[in-house]
């Protein structure tokens, strides 16, 4: 299954003046990568997008609608801070920027770490 290319094309939008923006394949999406890290992954299916954002304010990321906690396959947690997000929460701009916004504060923050 393929990754939900109208929703990629809505992140590359939101990204395009980001420096040094990389896209690469991974997860079985496509993520997008700024400084070298992981902003957004985009998914298949349900689980549409995957984040990573400061996992000390994970619980208050948790409270969104469409929001989980990742893990990869059968209960293997990807650690705080990886969060996926129902493609049915991402429906309007503000959400999605919400997320990406959420995911490049997170990144800066960890710029040369």
Known sequence: MAYDELLADRIRG??????????????????????GKMVACVGTG?????????????????????????VMGRG??????WITVDAAALENEAALQFWVSAALEHNANTAGK
């Open 14 to 35: 939101i990204l395009t003046d980001q420096k040094g923006l990389r896209e690469q394949k991974m997860f079985g999406g496509l993520a997008f990568l700024v400084r």
């Open 76 to 81: 293997r947690s990807m650690g705080a801070g």
């Open 46 to 70: 349900d689980r549409a997008l995957l984040v990573r954002v400061d996992g000390a304010r994970e619980p208050e990321f948790l409270q969104f609608d469409g929001a989980l906690h990742a």
